[in-house]
């Protein structure tokens, strides 16, 4: 049976960011305490957790430091390193959920895409690329578009590049400089996410969500997503399937495109909560960073019953460039019922930089998600980032 | 119109029980930051705040340096010192919230239900008490029993003395030990209260809570409390007459009696967020301590609108003697749907003190109050305070 004491269990969190704040803000109704290790002095994290750590995500001392003081250990960024993990976990029998092993599966496209499809998880057709000449079969295999990714180190769109003609394959390659992979271009009616949940003998998702991006950087997600009830249970079971492939406890978003056809296919998983899953925090019973403290620590997860339709929208960096971070006009937002303010603590805003975002939950059940969304919409352009 | 910076503005607090970390709580997500001033090292608030002043709640020089360090003052404890908020507000020009005046009033439960009175307000049958003559009178006027209290420094029932006849005047005076007071003794049908929050220019109350006590300490509350729709409207209406009396932004918690006849009465005010609206941390769409932020901060408040059918039971320490704080056995509660775990990381138990509590929402609408006081009450009984 489950003990609370004081203090409570600690995790101790490689990254500092919204995420890790976000986590630092579920554990504390818990009495689960949150130490986060992170390179920027007074991250995001920073004054809601226990203590910070100010190293970088692959110092060994600072991590071997941070596993001494936690319990257990977990990243909220792809860009821990599993080897350093390992070692230090050993060394210190502190252990790391998810498995770092995840960590490298996900770290590379191109082994993702393979481990996943050889489990049966269905995916877009994909080839590794060596030079440009398989980025012209591609085309010549799936047709045109194409689109050629990093294999390594893109997020939010970054390093994903579409090809439209064997003409460009050579630029297009280019411009990703480095390991690249490439995929069919996937004609999707709307793209949807699953937020799913590793326990220690169990495993949860959450009512699908629909999310809508442009320039490839979450916007809004919209919960329930509006697909039918068929692709939402195909949904449902691919994640389930993509948990099965995966090592360790943990939340892991998952995303997914729902084709013209109705098919589901994944595109990426991400072995952290997910901006996707930021509308559990008012919208579900329990949300993405109350199942990963509790999924991390072997607790019993909690409930992913949808509260009422809800719809999050990203307050983005709307700046030429970065200068300090300041959201003025947030009246709109305050003085709307449902609407939940959720602003990072971020020092700077960059062009498109994930500062905050908005929660707005439905006052009824029946509410149409086309309404809330139009509402979210209205609260996000009405304010601004300078004074 | 509001405006954010990071880091955002800093709410100073006297006090760093739960009631303040549950305020760090709710300011973490807008951005806010919380300092809290506590004589306990490492006091309930500190993991959760950014920071902890190690002081007394009247030492002048630390509360000075609280001020500096913060953009608004406000308390958690009736504790504070009225003149020495007063004078350190003078010298920095930063506000507090309440105003300081407001505790005087309340400090005192004679000069509180005085002037409650003179403001209109409907208050049970009082009188100052000198001597045990006093009391006597009052069981003449009144009928026995009469509620002896002192005038000042109780709480959680500390300081309440039934005196069931005459004879029983003088040992019940020497009890409570100081300034006394003497109230008729209600007949109530049930005990209610309004978590009620005064704004920069607006009022607004949550729905009224039924509150269940044993030997004098809250154990539950129940929202909506099961009074008529006509009493219900009286108590908010009382609750609004309260407020035109306090001076100063913030959270007020309202007790009142509803008498056999459906008659509202004053019980007590305290001027802060208050054990019985601990339920809206996730029944109502806006928080006590949220509202509470934004009232001090004076910014616009939020919804008060009941998300669904709420009950909220205390975990108060069931041990004989002091001993760590332990909470043993509570998968039944993290396994329950809508049950949420809040635990103040205390760090010892000592009989009845309040070490956490559980909130349990209803899926829907329509649930039955007394079903979910039902499994709130099951939830509390099946967790211990030993391994």
């Given at each position: 049976m489950t003990t609370l004491r004081t203090p409570g269990p600690t995790i101790g969190v490689v990254g500092g960011g919204q995420l890790g704040r976000m986590l630092a803000e579920a554990a504390a109704p818990l009495g689960v305490e949150v130490l986060v290790l992170d390179?920027?002095?007074?991250?995001?994290a920073s004054p809601v957790?226990?203590?910070?750590?100010?190293?970088?995500?692959?110092?060994e001392a600072a991590i071997h430091d941070l596993a001494t003081r936690a319990d257990v250990l977990t990243f909220e960024i792809e860009l821990a390193d599993q080897n350093v993990l390992d070692r230090v976990s050993e060394e210190t029998g502190t252990p790391v959920h998810p498995d770092p092993a995840t960590l490298e599966t996900i770290h590379d496209k191109l082994v993702q895409k393979r481990e996943l499809e050889a489990a049966g998880i269905p995916v877009p057709p994909f080839r590794a690329v060596e030079d440009a000449d398989d980025i012209r079969a591609a085309i010549d295999d799936y047709g045109a578009p194409v689109m050629l990714k990093?294999?390594?180190?893109?997020?939010?769109?970054?390093g994903n590049v579409p090809v439209e003609s064997k003409a460009d394959a050579e630029d297009a390659l280019e411009s990703v400089a480095g390991p690249a992979m490439v995929e069919s271009f996937v004609d999707f009616e709307r793209e949807v996410s699953v937020i799913a949940v590793k326990g220690d003998d169990e495993v949860a998702t959450f009512p699908i969500g629909e999310n809508i991006h442009e320039d490839e950087i979450l916007r809004e997600t919209v919960v329930p997503a509006r697909s039918s009830e068929a692709v939402t249970e195909r949904a449902h079971a691919v994640a389930r399937d993509v948990l099965d492939v995966m090592d360790g406890r943990g939340v892991y978003g998952i995303e997914l495109f729902e084709t013209i056809e109705g098919e589901i296919l994944l595109n990426e998983i991400a072995p952290r909560p997910h901006n996707s899953g930021h509308w559990t925090i008012e919208g579900a019973q329990t949300s993405q960073f109350e199942q990963h403290v509790r999924a991390v620590l072997g607790w019993p997860l909690g409930s992913t019953t949808l509260r009422s339709p809800t719809v999050m929208t990203n307050l983005l960096g709307d700046v030429g460039e970065e200068r300090p971070a300041q959201l003025s006009d947030i009246d709109d937002i305050l003085e709307t019922p449902a609407a939940s303010l959720h602003w990072y603590g971020k020092r700077d805003a960059r062009p498109l930089r994930k500062l905050g975002h908005v929660t707005l939950s439905a006052?009824?059940?029946?509410?149409a998600v086309e309404d809330l969304l139009e509402t979210a919409r209205e609260l996000e352009s009405a304010v601004t980032f300078r004074s």
């Open positions: 390179p920027t002095p007074d991250c995001p957790a226990r203590d910070q750590i100010v190293a970088a995500f692959d110092d990093a294999r390594t180190g893109g997020y939010d769109g970054r006052a009824d059940e029946d509410a």
